[in-house]
Each structure stands twice: as structure tokens, then as C-alpha cells.
């Protein structure tokens, strides 16, 4: 994915932070990600031989409502999205350019994802309703 490669680039080649904060920024970006790293892993144990790469659903697939899916709808997502935001924190500015078009493209993603997921599942409007935070659990 383009976006996330961005953020990787532009992390690396902008700008530091200002000296004052960047050892503390450091510190709440490898924090930040290694909680992204936990939740996309949570989500995709969860999802086991469902997993997939494409937003539509495999045949066969089982909708998955328990573990981190009884949190945030799209876990993976949240997971790479946090990651991301630790990395422009532990990085650079600029890198936050690039992640503003992936949460973008994973907003974009996830809503086409979710239309064949209520196509699939007639049980998946009232997991909506329930499980209101979108990519991670109890934020957002």
C-alpha cells in the first residue's frame, strides 16, 4: 500500500521533532507501535483461516464477533493505523502527511468492506450497532 509506504519514507527522510521532545516522543511512538502491532495481531488470530487481504469477505468465512472484534470492527486496520501514528511520532512530521491519506484510504476500505459484510451476514447491521468503534477498541 502506497500510503503506508509514505509514512515509512517520509519518517525517515523529513525533519526530526524538536530536540526538547523527541526523546519523549520516542518513547509514546515505540509505545504506540507496539500496541498497533498487538491489536492488527489480536485481529488477525481472531480471524484465523477468514483472513484475508481483500475487504471481501472469502467464501466460507465465519463472521467473527468475540476477542478484539467485540471492541472495534476492523481491528487490522486500527492496528496499522496506530502503528502508523507511532511511527510519525518516534519519526518525523511529515510522515503524518502520508498517514492522513491512509486513514482515508482505510475509512474508504472499510465502509465498501462493511457494505458486503451486511450483503454476507444477516447478523452484521446489529454487530454494527453494537460495536461502535470502528478500527480501535474503546477510541475509535
Same mark, same amino acid.
Do not use: D, F, K, N
Given at each position: 500500500m502506497a500510503a503506508l509506504a509514505?509514512?515509512?519514507?517520509? +519518517?525517515?527522510?523529513?525533519? +526530526?521533532?524538536?530536540?526538547?521532545a523527541i526523546a519523549a516522543l520516542r518513547v509514546l511512538g515505540l509505545a504506540l507501535v507496539i500496541s498497533g502491532a498487538a491489536l492488527g495481531v489480536l485481529g488477525a488470530r481472531a480471524l484465523g483461516? /477468514?483472513?484475508?487481504?481483500?475487504?471481501r469477505p472469502?467464501? +466460507? !468465512?465465519?463472521?467473527?464477533?468475540h476477542g478484539v472484534y467485540a471492541h472495534a470492527?476492523?481491528?487490522?486496520?486500527g492496528g496499522v493505523l496506530v502503528?502508523? !501514528? +507511532?511511527?510519525? %511520532?518516534?519519526? /518525523?512530521?511529515?510522515?503524518?502527511?502520508?498517514w492522513a491519506c491512509? %486513514?482515508?484510504? %482505510? %475509512?474508504?476500505k472499510s465502509e465498501r468492506e462493511e457494505a458486503w459484510l451486511v450483503q454476507r451476514y444477516a447478523g452484521y447491521p446489529s454487530y454494527r450497532a453494537t460495536v461502535r468503534r470502528r478500527f480501535v477498541p474503546y477510541v475509535f
Open positions: 509514505g509514512v515509512a519514507i517520509l +519518517g525517515l527522510i523529513g525533519p +526530526g521533532w524538536p530536540a526538547a483461516p /477468514s483472513l484475508t487481504a481483500y475487504p472469502s467464501e +466460507g !468465512a465465519a463472521m467473527r464477533q470492527r476492523h481491528p487490522i486496520y502503528i502508523g !501514528a +507511532g511511527w510519525c %511520532l518516534a519519526s /518525523s512530521w511529515w510522515a503524518a502527511v502520508a491512509l %486513514l482515508v484510504i %482505510l %475509512l474508504a
